[in-house]
């Protein structure tokens, strides 16, 4: 009888600590998780602040707009002359004069 009881207990103590759904290694895992989604979760919210400031200049600044039209699509204002540089072409050695 007197070791019987000891023994229950350590089982008990072992179950609570290494058993079950919510055992010392589980929490610790989802403590880990918790963290890392935090961190996407703050990442995301970065981008996202980013991503409303640069609506906020396509909408508001005239000059940000110029400049998006000028870079991706090489537009140029009336009066004004387009000198695009090219990438010199590879002449094949049995071309040459």
Not at 70 to 87: H, N, V
Request: charged share 30%; hydrophobic share 45%; no cysteine.
């Amino acid at each position: 009888m007197r070791l019987i009881f000891p023994i229950l207990l350590g089982l008990a103590a072992y179950y609570a600590l290494f058993g079950g759904d919510y055992s010392l290694f589980e929490l610790r895992k989802a403590r880990k998780e918790v963290l890392v989604q935090e961190r996407e979760l703050e990442a995301l919210r970065r981008e996202v602040d980013s991503l409303r400031a640069w609506v906020d200049s396509l909408q508001n600044d005239s000059a940000t707009l110029e400049r998006l039209a000028r870079e991706r699509f090489g537009m140029i204002r009336e009066g004004e002359i387009l000198y695009r540089l090219a990438e010199p072409s590879v002449t094949r050695p049995d071309t040459l004069p």
